[in-house]
């Protein structure tokens, strides 16, 4: 059984071809390779550089570039589909997805050139920085805040759950700076190099199983040359969300592609698994749960391809709206799928043998990151049905 896309509608032929052949690629690296690499410390290093090979990282990338061309639709169909096969890279949501797109729209020319085509062919990656201990969800707190000092940046600040800082040559730091005009803190987007003096990290431990880790960084009175700023200035949240809509969407496929691997090991184990005369597919408490799930499933993918075809239209307003409600859908139909799956297994499910048990948890990032369920609603509640906020 499987859950892949079969509706011609809705991808063209190269995109499902596409889907194809990394549905393959994933197959021949799977759950096993994941899991031994998470249990040795090491990070997916042999399907990065495969995937990278394939021109499957830089897919979103401009072809001048080194990139495939294409957009976040295909980038978000690859992620998925290796998720599907057990062993997502959870930097394709950070590296191509985030900072690729925010300097290939927003970069200057000499950032592209020397930026896009390491991005694009998996040589380099970049982490993104932008929550704070103090802020959560709430961007508009963001207390990381950048001066200047002659013709130099001067970064202060903390962030928390930065992924990938270990592998990354830079990171994207979203600091404030003042806005000359009326003295207010605006968002803004800084190169910051590994090496830089006084950017400091330390790991945080966690709970998920993941080859990435997650880190706090301390930039302290971090200086950096003028060019570090990544496009204009007074742009503001135009450029931040540039970014925080593909990584929405991302996240969705990340989810995706999660629920999909368990949907697809609990129906496989249903439709062999006989304790008395039938085996426990064939009742109804057993199959329609998992058949809901899959429900859930493929219209959380639907409004995940609807956001990644809006933001590549350049719809960015209409794409915010069905980004935050595709990662809401895709985060609740994984958690849920993920549930199902386990107790479909029943004790099978907590065992090493099968693999699911550790997806509890990886199954409640999609809820909480890049924000949580809570703040879409309100988003959905403010933006979309014009209702009053409370804060």
Known sequence: MSTALRNSVIETEEQRDLRAAVAALGKRYGREYFTRVVAEGRHSD????????????????????????????????????????????LMMVVSPAICGTVIARFGTD???????????????????????????????????????EGSDWILTGRKVFVSGVDIAEATLIVGRTEDARTGRLKPCLFLVPRDAPGFGRSPIPMELAAP????????????????????DEDAGLLQLFAGLNPERIMT?????????????????????RQVWKDPIGAHQAIAHPLAQ???????????????????????????????????????????????????????????????????????????????????????????????????
């Open 110 to 148: 000499e950032q592209k050139r020397a930026w896009l085509p390491g991005l694009a062919d998996g040589s380099r990656t970049m982490a993104f920085g932008i929550t704070e201990p103090d802020a959560g969800s709430n961007s508009h707190r963001i207390t990381t805040t950048a001066r200047r």
């Open 46 to 89: 042999e399907l990065w550089a495969e995937a990278a090979g394939l021109g499957y990282l830089g897919v979103n990338l401009p072809e001048e570039y080194g990139g495939g061309g294409g957009g976040i639709v295909e980038l978000s169909l690859v992620l998925e589909e290796l998720g599907a096969a057990g062993c997502p890279l």
């Open 252 to 272: 969705a496929a990340f989810a995706l592609g999660m629920g999909r691997y368990a949907l697809d090991r609990a129906v496989d184990y249903a439709r062999t």
């Open 293 to 391: 799930a899959h429900i859930d499933l493929e219209c959380a993918r639907l409004m995940m391809q609807k956001a990644a075809h809006l933001y590549d239209a350049g719809d960015d307003l209409g794409a915010g709206e069905a980004a935050n409600m595709a990662k809401y859908a895709a985060g609740e139909a994984a958690v849920r799928a993920v549930d199902q799956a386990v107790h479909t297994l029943g004790g099978n499910g907590l065992t090493h043998e099968y693999g699911l048990a550790s997806l509890i948890t990886a199954a409640r990032v999609a809820r909480i990151a890049p924000v949580s369920r809570e703040m879409i609603l309100n988003y959905v509640s403010h933006q979309t049905l014009g209702l009053p906020k409370s804060y």
């Open 212 to 231: 990435e880790k997650q880190f706090e960084l301390v930039l302290d009175d971090v200086r950096l040359p003028a060019d570090a700023l990544v496009g």
